[in-house]
C-alpha cells in the first residue's frame, strides 16, 4: 500500500528508517527540513540523527522531530489554541462541576481533600473517553444502567449517572477557559485536523506506533489520505491483535515481509528480591565487552537507586533516563517530617521527636549557613542532647518545646561553641544565634503561617532556597533534580486557580501528599554515551545488543489492575475502553 512501510521485528528499527530516509532524499541531499517525524517518545530522534550522520558522513539539515503529544499541541497551536489546564486544577474545577451539577456524588467527601481521589479517577476516566472519541449517546446510556445497579455499591452507581453530565459540564468550562486536558487536546486535534495546512512540510513520517488511540487513528488517517503522510510499522497484524485493529482503524494493511524471529540468547535469573536481582546484574555486567551497546529495562522506577549503587563501580558510564517517584526521595521525607511538625504542635510549641526529626535530616544539619557544614552539625547536636536530658537544662526530657526557647536556652549556645573550637572551627555565639533562628525561620516558622495554597508554595521554596545556597546538592544529581521538579510542582501551586482560596493546614497536607504519589523527577543524560539504564517506555523503537530486564515479576511486568479503583470495569467494557486487555 502507498505511503506504508512494514518491517520485521528482528530488524533494527532506527538505521532501517534512516536509510529509507536517504534513499527517498537521494544520497546527495542532506536537507531534510521539509520532513516531519512522529514517534511516541522523545529518545528515537536522539538515535536517528546519530544514524544519519553515521551514513552521511557530514553535516545535515535534521527533520523536524515531534513526540505524539507534541504534534497535537502543533494542530491546536494552528488553530490558536494550546494551552493546557494541570492537573490539580482539572481536578478542582471537577469538585466544583459535581458540587452544581452531581451533589449527591459529594456525599460523604464534601472537602475537595476527601473528593480529590475520586476527581482522579474522574480525570483519568472522561481522558479515556476523550482519547476514544466515545460520544455521548453511550454515556448517557450508563444513567439507565445505573438507575437498574450495576453489582457495586450504591455510591458508585451513583457517580455512573452522572459521568455523562460531569464529562459535558467538564468540556463547557474548559473550553470558555480557553484550556485543555490531554484527552480533550486529542479530541479537538482529531475534529480540527482538517483545517489546517502544512505548507512547512512535505511529508509527515509516523513512526513504530503500536496502540492507536481512536482520535490519532483519525488524525492520521486523514493526513494519510491527503498524501500527508507515510505510516511506518514492526510486527504484522496476522499475530499481533492491537496491530489488526490499528490496521483496521487506518484502512491500511500491516504485514510485513517475514514474520519470523532470530533466535535470542536469552536467560532468566532468578533472586529473592530486588536487591539479589541486582546483584546478579552487577556480575553479569562485568563479563559484556560492549557497555555502550547494552541497557538495563527498569518496568519499576524504584529499583533506580539501587541499580546506580551496584553498578556504579564495574561500569565507567552509564546514562538514566527514567522518571523517579518524588515521594521516594530524602527531600520529599524532610518536608513529611515538616508536615508532622506542624500537625502535632501546640501553638508555637513543638513536640519534640518532631522537631529533632526535622532538624536532623541530613540535608537540614549538613547545611553550610557558617561556610562550614560542622558548626550546623555541631550545634544541631547540642540541641539535640540539651532536649533529650544528656546536657544539664530546664528543657531536658520536655515533650514539647518553642523555637524561641531553644533560643534563648541558657549554656546551650555556649557548648556548642566549645565543641566548635575543638572542631578548629572560629565562629562566634552570635553566629551560632544566627543559624539557629535561620533553621527555625526556614523549616519551622514560616510553616505556621500557611493558610492556602500560595503560602504553601512561599514556604517550599523557601526551604528548595535554602538548599540550594548552602547545601550540598551538587554533590547527588538525583537532588537536584527532585529540586527542579518541586519548583515546578510550587509553581502550578501558586498558580492554580485557588490558588488563593483559604484551606485548613492539615488539607493542604493531605492534598499534597496525594499530588506527590503520581509526581516524579525525570532524569536525562548522555543517552548516545555509555550504558543506558531505561524504563520500559524510553526504550521503543531502540536496539541493544545486550538487554537486562528487572523485575520481571507479576503485579510489575505486567502492571494490571484487574479491578478499577472506582468506574467499573463492566461500565469501561461497555464504553469500548477495555484497560486490561490493552495493558
Known amino acids: 500500500m502507498k505511503d506504508v512501510f512494514v518491517y520485521p521485528l528482528k530488524d533494527h528499527f532506527i538505521p532501517v528508517l534512516a536509510d529509507h530516509m536517504i534513499r527517498e532524499a537521494g544520497a546527495q541531499n ?4 521539509r520532513l516531519a517525524v512522529v514517534f511516541g517518545g522523545q529518545r528515537p530522534r536522539l538515535f536517528l540523527n546519530k544514524a544519519l550522520s553515521q551514513r552521511l558522513s557530514a553535516g545535515f539539515v535534521a527533520p523536524s522531530f515531534f513526540t505524539i503529544d507534541e504534534f497535537i499541541d502543533r494542530i491546536l497551536a494552528k488553530c490558536h489554541q494550546e494551552d493546557r489546564i494541570s492537573d490539580l486544577d482539572a481536578c478542582y474545577l471537577i469538585y466544583q462541576l459535581a458540587h452544581e451539577h452531581a451533589p449527591e456524588v459529594l456525599k460523604g467527601r464534601s472537602t475537595f481533600e476527601a473528593f480529590l481521589p475520586w476527581a ?5 476516566f472522561i481522558e479515556q473517553v476523550d482519547l476514544e472519541d466515545v460520544a455521548i449517546k453511550p454515556l448517557e446510556d450508563l444513567a439507565l444502567h445505573a438507575d437498574i445497579g450495576f453489582d457495586v455499591p450504591p455510591s458508585i452507581n451513583t457517580l455512573v449517572a452522572h459521568l455523562a453530565c460531569l464529562r459535558q459540564a467538564f468540556h463547557r468550562e474548559l473550553k470558555k477557559k480557553e484550556v485543555y486536558t490531554r484527552g480533550l487536546s486529542y479530541l479537538e486535534a482529531a475534529q480540527r485536523v482538517q483545517e489546517v495546512a502544512w505548507p512547512e512540510f512535505d511529508k509527515i513520517y509516523f513512526c513504530n506506533f503500536f496502540y492507536l488511540h481512536r482520535t490519532e487513528q483519525q488524525i492520521m488517517k486523514y493526513l494519510h489520505e ?4 507515510s505510516f511506518f510499522f514492526q510486527g504484522d497484524e496476522r499475530q499481533w491483535s492491537v496491530l489488526k485493529k490499528t490496521a483496521q482503524g487506518l484502512g491500511i494493511s500491516i504485514q510485513s515481509e517475514t514474520t519470523a524471529l532470530e533466535p535470542a540468547d536469552l536467560s532468566l535469573h532468578a533472586g529473592i528480591d530486588l536487591h539479589t536481582e541486582i546483584g546478579a546484574l552487577r556480575e553479569e555486567l562485568k563479563k559484556i565487552k560492549d557497555p555502550d551497546d547494552t541497557v538495563i529495562i527498569l518496568p519499576d522506577a524504584k529499583a533506580v537507586v539501587p541499580l546506580v549503587s551496584e553498578i556504579a563501580s564495574v561500569v565507567d558510564a552509564f546514562n538514566v533516563s527514567l522518571g523517579y517517584p518524588v515521594a521516594r526521595s530524602s527531600l520529599y521525607a524532610l518536608l513529611e517530617a515538616i508536615f508532622d511538625a506542624q500537625r502535632h504542635r501546640k501553638d508555637h510549641r513543638y513536640y519534640v521527636k518532631d522537631y529533632l526529626r526535622v532538624l536532623g535530616h541530613p540535608l537540614v544539619k549538613n547545611l553550610s549557613l557558617a561556610g562550614d557544614a560542622s558548626v550546623t552539625r555541631i550545634l544541631v547536636h547540642k540541641v539535640e542532647e540539651v532536649l533529650l536530658g544528656m546536657e544539664p537544662s530546664d528543657l531536658g526530657g520536655v515533650l514539647f518545646v518553642g523555637t524561641q526557647e531553644v533560643e534563648g536556652t541558657p549554656g546551650l549556645l555556649r557548648a556548642a561553641l566549645q565543641m566548635s573550637d575543638r572542631a578548629e572551627s572560629s565562629i562566634s555565639v552570635d553566629s551560632l544565634r544566627s543559624i539557629l533562628s535561620q533553621l527555625h525561620r526556614v523549616f519551622f516558622q514560616q510553616w505556621e503561617e500557611i493558610r492556602d495554597f500560595a503560602t504553601f508554595a512561599d514556604a517550599l521554596v523557601g526551604v528548595m532556597d535554602m538548599l540550594v545556597r548552602w547545601g550540598r546538592l551538587e554533590k547527588y544529581p538525583l ?5 527542579e521538579r518541586l519548583l515546578r510542582i510550587a509553581g502550578d501551586f501558586r498558580g492554580a486557580s485557588f490558588a488563593l482560596e483559604p484551606f485548613d493546614k492539615e488539607a493542604i497536607f493531605k492534598i499534597i501528599h496525594h499530588q506527590m504519589e503520581s509526581e516524579a523527577a525525570s532524569f536525562s543524560g548522555s543517552p548516545l554515551k555509555g550504558l543506558q539504564v531505561l524504563g520500559l517506555f524510553e526504550a521503543r523503537s531502540l536496539n541493544f545488543k545486550n538487554v537486562f530486564v528487572l523485575d520481571v515479576n507479576e503485579s510489575v511486568l505486567p502492571k494490571l489492575r ?8 463492566d461500565v469501561m467494557i461497555a464504553l469500548g475502553l477495555n ?3 490493552k495493558e
Open 226 to 229: 491527503a498524501n500527508l503522510a
Open 562 to 569: 484487574v479491578y478499577e479503583p472506582l468506574i467499573p470495569r
Open 479 to 483: 537532588h537536584i533534580k527532585m529540586v
Open 30 to 33: 542532506r536537507d531534510f527540513k
Open 120 to 124: 482522579k479517577e474522574i480525570l483519568v
Open 579 to 581: 484497560r486490561l486487555e
